[in-house]
């Protein structure tokens, strides 16, 4: 496989404005995230995965995962590979029964999913990480917080205003 960069799940989000689903991968040695657009029944079963949520009948991922494990096989770690045409594209990576590899292509988020019931690595390649990674922006309380402390002296004659303002 390529040069890859380990990430973790980092967040899940949903767009206020169109109520897609929005996956944030964060390099684990690192400060790059990776946003990705999920569908919500793959979302939820990301979060079903990061909660470890026991339900009373398989998912499709622990259907797989069921399969991997009675053919004496089990994942190695997952990879999202390349972009084509705006889509992201991945795969599992097997062991078979004898110890040889096998590549299962796959979806981002199926591949996360089974990556996270199976306890292994997920990993981007380092092109892409770098390519389409954002850097977060600070938290907007994080932010206001820093700035507050900074300007604490300047702001002395304010104080009544801001006492004012806290008891509401």
Known sequence: MSDKTEVRVQSLRVSLTSQNRILLLKEKDG?????????QFEAEAIVLSLQEIEISRPQPHDLILSA?????GRVRNVEITVMKAAT???VIELENADGQPVYLDCRPSDAIAVALRAHVPIYVDHNLM??????PEPDVRTKRKAQNNENEG????????????SNF
Do not use: H
């Open 31 to 39: 400060a790059l995230s990776l946003p990705l657009f999920v569908g």
């Open 68 to 72: 991997i494990r009675s053919l004496e």
């Open 88 to 90: 992201f594209y991945a």
């Open 130 to 135: 770098q390519q389409y990674g954002i850097m």
């Open 154 to 165: 300047e702001n002395e004659d304010l104080s009544a205003f801001s006492d004012f303002l």
